[in-house]
């Protein structure tokens, strides 16, 4: 398992060394092409059945169960679409083309400047609502020769995400692909004297640099702001870095 130290200074750096090696989209008209296929057969059942009558009855209902199949598919991913534009009103995209890496932020929260975070953006009611990234450079090629996601997140969240002081908890870790990459995104909590942070951060390796995106509020607003923050991490994508993109 990896090695992550605070260092002295306020703000903790992540040491990585003598690591332990351990190691879904469904195209939109998958429904529409299911029910054209049910169309079809249901034609198909159609004209071999004209000597009966009553075949061909039931042959033309089967034939009104499709097309209304079909609509209602239709319609469903039009509502997904009208859903996920929606959606993305309220947030702001943010692409580096330096370090390679994008994600998006809620409208209304601003760019502040802290030491040793890459971005960060955060309400300007809310202090614990942020949404920050920090890199450090790797030799490794891959998250999972970190160690698994429940492993690295309890690593990151003790010696680098939480002050020593906080008492933290780990609530749940996974790991998804984007276009093969490899990401482990996990929830956390960590709890000072006066306040709970309720948090998501997700973390890849690529272009030689590890990469933390990390978001929260207080324990207090998760419930209302929960979806905003798995938008946030959920939006966090890393993209190879060449001479050309920083143009």
């Not at 939109?28 to 249901?42: D, E, G, I, P, T």
């Not at 009104?64 to 009208?82: D, K, P, R, V």
């Not at 450079?137 to 999972?144: F, H, L």
Request: charged share 25%; aromatic share 10%; hydrophobic share 35%.
């Amino acid at each position: 398992m990896a090695t992550l130290q605070n260092s002295p200074s306020p703000h903790r750096t992540l040491v990585l060394n003598s690591f332990t090696k351990v190691q879904n989209k469904q195209s939109n008209s998958h429904c529409y092409r299911r029910s054209v296929s049910f169309l079809v057969r249901a034609e198909q059942a159609s004209s071999s059945s004209a000597c009966s009558p009553s075949q061909d009855r039931s042959g033309r209902r089967q034939v009104l169960a499709a097309g209304t199949i079909a609509s209602m598919a239709y319609l469903t991913n039009q509502h997904s679409a009208s859903f996920a534009a929606e959606k993305k009103k309220d947030f702001q995209l943010v692409t580096d083309k330096k370090d390679g890496y994008e994600f998006v932020y809620p409208f209304g929260w601003q760019e502040v400047s802290i030491e040793g975070q890459d971005k960060v953006f955060k309400d300007v009611i809310e202090p614990l609502e942020t949404a920050s990234v920090t890199l450090f450079p790797t030799v490794k090629e891959d998250i999972k020769e970190f160690g698994t996601p429940q492993e690295v997140a309890e690593t990151l969240i003790k010696k680098v995400l939480a002050p020593p002081t906080q008492k933290t908890k780990l609530i749940e870790a996974t790991e998804h692909e984007i276009d093969g990459k490899t990401y482990y995104t996990f929830e956390f909590m960590a709890k000072a004297p006066n306040y709970t942070r309720h948090a998501l951060s997700t973390i890849a390796v690529n272009n030689g640099k590890f990469y933390t995106l990390t978001t929260g509020a207080n324990e207090r607003r998760w419930g209302k702001m929960k979806d905003k923050l798995h938008t946030i991490v959920d939006s966090f994508k890393l993209f190879k870095v060449y001479e050309g993109n920083l143009s």
